[in-house]
């Protein structure tokens, strides 16, 4: 299957690493032209004279591999026969190198190249041995087999013939090319939306300490063969390098119709204002991450005894880090339970395998936003650096203190981390304090809620504490966040509530709050949550409430009956 990238025009498969395989030889010794040889010829002219080899060497010199095959450099070649290559095979090779150079297409990128000349060339000298058989990475970075008898599944008809500059076997068929999971998005029907996403970002760097080195000119090393290996950001995004044949992964892909559904569905949740630079870029590539992320499975982390009761994607963060990451242990983000059953995110996707593990064709998509990106953002008072917002001097905002909970103390487990923000007033003033809360998605609805701490939180003796700290608080909460013009709209008074003074108080402030802009991965969070204590001087005498403010943490959580919107 062909297609249309926006970057390059692919033939239904991306190049995996051009890695040279792992030798105990030095350098020089793979390179320099051998001295003892079985044929006194280079594999070029052993190749182009042979009749029987024709077909094959046509496709090679088409190509322009046979320079390197003429070259110092050393090859192991496994070149199919006529008989089993056959004139119409070459013709339709040839048809589609020339198809592909026509468009422009990279060498790197030609399927020709890629799935049939590169796939029965390796670099280095390879003798098969009696009684052994060995692992050759052939210079497309895929993995064949040999051994006396055969290599990557064709009989021999002769090897080990040993030449100046390599060894050329003579084998029975094509040794077949089998696409890995990255390769195999754009050979499947019905995956071209996520295979030109993905493959957009593909770029190849030149590997100078790989290449080979043919001289100087002009005070520049010029190179005899530029090995070109393939990098792709999205690699490092979905913590899986999908294109390597050295691991093994399953990964669930959405069909077209899917994929375009998802798109329409989760491009408003990270709609930036006029004022983030590279908006655009920014809402057309997080829309399409939220469908990727979460949706790649190392085999390594995931064995076959595990996976039907639960898998976990190579964007879960393991239970230790969670508190870290999402502010609390109990978040399991990007991990699925029972995958398979009915409704599950495997249950109905069809297996097609792949050289380094398997895709699974989902013409449903299974995973709920809310196992993934769609997620609670916690904010703890106490990591003042990024929670605390600095406001201008018209307003009191005066210097935190963190409390730690006793481990016995009460209330110790029941404050998130043990440990919260005590607020003293200056004076006989009421204070505001502003925290900024990051991560919020636009066009979603969250409850927000407020959770503080009682007075009696942070002592291990709390009968020694004053009554005075035991009283209630009385606070006006305000949200500001970023319009979509840029302007900031600071001024919405989202509830009037008051602490009970003696409990560690979940409180719900708003329920279906809605952010018309996204602050997901901003460096700077764009919503701010201003905390007012309103407590009048009469109260304060009165002995009925009390300024200080303590809080342990602020909440955005989903609404439930966003789940099906």
């Not at 409850?447 to 007075?455: F, R, V, W």
């Not at 952010?515 to 005498?541: A, D, M």
């Amino acid at each position: 299957m062909k297609y249309n990238n926006l970057y390059h025009k692919m033939a239904g498969l991306a190049l995996a690493t051009l890695a040279v395989a792992a030798c105990s030889d030095d350098w020089n010794e793979h390179y320099d032209a051998q001295q003892q040889t079985g044929v006194n010829s280079t594999l070029w002219q052993t190749i182009s004279g042979n009749e029987n080899l024709s077909h094959f060497a046509e496709v090679i010199q088409t190509c322009g591999y046979d320079k390197n095959l003429n070259s110092n450099q050393v090859f192991t070649v496994f070149a199919p026969t006529n008989e089993y290559f056959t004139e119409a095979d070459k013709t339709a090779l040839i048809k589609q190198y020339n198809e592909e150079k026509a468009a422009n297409t990279k060498d790197e990128d030609n399927s020709t190249i890629k799935q049939f000349v590169q796939n029965h060339i390796a670099l280095y000298n390879y003798s098969a041995a009696n009684g052994r058989e060995d692992t050759l990475t052939m210079m497309n970075g895929k993995y064949l087999t040999l051994n006396t008898q055969a290599a990557g599944g064709q009989k021999i008809l002769s090897g080990n013939q040993l030449h100046n500059n390599g060894i050329l076997y003579i084998i029975e068929g094509v040794t077949p090319y089998d696409h890995n999971v990255f390769e195999k998005l754009g050979a499947i029907e019905g995956l071209d939306s996520i295979a030109e996403f993905l493959y957009s970002y593909n770029k190849y760097e030149f590997i100078p300490e790989l290449s080979v080195p043919g001289g100087i000119e002009n005070g520049q090393t010029v190179y005899l063969d530029s090995v070109m290996q393939l990098q792709n950001e999205m690699f490092s995004q979905l913590n899986a390098r999908i294109n390597s044949e050295d691991s093994t992964y399953w990964m669930l892909a959405p069909n077209n119709d899917e994929w375009k559904r998802l798109v329409e569905e989760y491009t408003p949740y990270y709609t930036y204002h006029k004022g983030v630079e590279k908006r655009d870029s920014l809402n057309y590539t997080l829309a399409r991450m939220a469908i990727l992320e979460g949706s790649i499975f190392s085999r390594t982390t995931n064995p076959d005894a595990a996976i039907q009761d639960s898998i976990r994607s190579t964007h879960a963060i393991p239970y230790a880090a969670r508190k870290y990451y999402y502010g609390s242990s109990e978040l399991a983000y990007y991990e699925y339970k029972n995958p398979f059953d009915e409704g599950r995110p495997f249950y109905g996707a069809e297996a097609i395998a792949a050289s380094n593990g398997t895709v699974w064709k989902a013409n449903i998509w299974n995973i709920d936003k809310k196992e993934t990106f769609y997620q609670t953002v916690i904010v703890e008072a106490e990591d003042i650096s990024s929670s605390l917002k600095e406001v201008d001097e018209t307003t009191t905002n005066p210097n935190p203190s963190v409390i730690s909970v006793p481990r016995k103390n009460p209330f110790y487990n029941l404050i998130s981390g043990n440990s919260y923000v005590e607020i003293y007033p200056q004076g006989s003033t009421n204070t505001t304090t502003t925290f900024y809360i990051p991560n919020v998605l636009s066009n979603i609805e969250y409850d927000l809620y407020l959770i503080t701490a009682p007075g009696t939180a942070g002592v291990e003796d709390t009968s020694m504490v004053a009554p005075i700290n035991r009283l209630p608080n009385k606070l006006r909460l305000t949200l500001g966040w970023y319009k979509e013009d840029g302007t900031e709209d600071d001024e919405r008074v989202i509830s009037e509530i008051e602490t009970s003074g003696i409990k560690a108080d979940t409180i719900l402030v708003q329920s279906g709050v809605k952010f018309p802009t996204c602050s997901v991965g901003l460096q700077t969070p764009q919503v701010t949550l201003s905390i007012n204590t309103r407590v009048s001087n009469r109260e304060i005498t009165a002995g009925s409430f009390n300024r200080t403010l303590r809080v342990d943490c602020i909440v955005l959580k989903p609404h439930e009956e966003s789940e099906s919107n």
